[in-house]
T-cell receptor, first 117, second 115 residues
Framework: EPEVTQTPSHQVTQMGQEVILRCVPISNHLYFYWYRQILGQKVEFLVSFYNNEISEKSEIFDDQFSVERPDGSNFTLKIRSTKLEDSAMYFC???????????????FGPGTRLTVL | QKEVEQNSGPLSVPEGAIASLNCTYSDRVSQSFFWYRQYSGKSPELIMS????GDKEDGRFTAQLNKASQYVSLLIRDSQPSDSATYLC???????????????FGQGTILTVHP
C-alpha cells in the first residue's frame, strides 16, 4: 500500500541553525501539507501546497519557514533559524485528486522529531 | 471558542465493550470530518471519514455525523486492548472561500481498553 515517507526520523540541532525536513508524498497525490505537534499538544496545521505554490498557511508559518517541491517526488520544509519552541514532531501529509476515491482524505507520514537545543 | 473540541479523557472501557468518542465543532460550514488514531509517539492514522449526516460503518467502527448539532462521534464495537490509543477528531473548515484541505484537529481523547 502506498505511503508517505519522511526523513530523518529524528533531527537534533542547535538553536539558530537551519534544518530541512524531507517528505516523499504518495506518488499520485496532488496536495501536500505540513503539520506539527508539540509534545502533549494537538496537531497544528502549518502549510498546504498545491500546483507548486503555497495555497494556505497558518500564523505559525512565518518568514522562518519555507516549503519546496524540488523535483517530482520530494516535498521539503525548511526552518531557517531554529528556535527552542520549534521542537516538535513534524508530519507531512498528502491528498489525492478531489474527485477520486478517497480524494478528501489526508494520509500522514511517520513524522520527524525535531529537537532544538 | 475552540474550533474542534473533544473530551480529553481518559476513557476506559473493558475489552469487548463499545467505546463512544465525541467531538463538537464550531464552524457551521465545515464539510468533511475525519477520525484518526494516534499511538504514543506515532503519526495520526486515518480510520474513518464522513461527509454527510447519518451513520457510516466500517468493520468495528461507526462514525456518526449530525451537522445541525455540529457533532460527530466514533463508536468502536467489541473494543480490543490494541484499540488503546488517542483518537483525534479532525475537521475541514471552509473559512472565507476555498479551502485546500487544511485540517483542524481536536486535542484528542485517550482511550484505554482493559482486558
Amino acid at each position: 500500500e502506498p505511503e508517505v515517507t519522511q526523513t530523518p526520523s529524528h533531527q537534533v540541532t542547535q538553536m539558530g541553525q537551519e534544518v530541512i525536513l524531507r517528505c516523499v508524498p504518495i506518488s499520485n497525490h496532488l496536495y501536500f501539507y505540513w503539520y506539527r505537534q508539540i509534545l502533549g499538544q494537538k496537531v497544528e496545521f502549518l502549510v498546504s501546497f498545491y500546483n507548486n505554490e503555497i495555497s494556505e498557511k497558518s500564523e505559525i508559518f512565518d518568514d522562518q519557514f519555507s516549503v519546496e517541491r524540488p523535483d517530482g517526488s520530494n516535498f521539503t520544509l525548511k526552518i531557517r533559524s531554529t528556535k527552542l519552541e520549534d521542537s516538535a514532531m513534524y508530519f507531512c501529509a498528502s491528498k489525492g485528486r478531489l474527485r477520486s476515491a478517497g480524494g478528501r482524505e489526508q494520509f500522514f507520514g511517520p513524522g520527524t522529531r525535531l529537537t532544538v537545543l | 471558542q475552540k474550533e474542534v473540541e473533544q473530551n480529553s479523557g481518559p476513557l476506559s472501557v473493558p475489552e469487548g465493550a463499545i467505546a463512544s468518542l465525541n467531538c463538537t465543532y464550531s464552524d457551521r460550514v465545515s464539510q468533511s470530518f475525519f477520525w484518526y488514531r494516534q499511538y504514543s509517539g506515532k503519526s495520526p492514522e486515518l480510520i474513518m471519514s464522513i461527509y454527510s449526516n447519518g451513520d457510516k460503518e466500517d468493520g468495528r467502527f461507526t462514525a456518526q455525523l449530525n451537522k445541525a448539532s455540529q457533532y460527530v462521534s466514533l463508536l468502536i464495537r467489541d473494543s480490543q486492548p490494541s484499540d488503546s490509543a488517542t483518537y483525534l477528531c479532525a475537521v475541514k473548515i471552509n473559512i472565507g472561500g476555498t479551502s485546500y484541505g487544511k485540517l483542524t484537529f481536536g486535542q484528542g481523547t485517550i482511550l484505554t481498553v482493559h482486558p
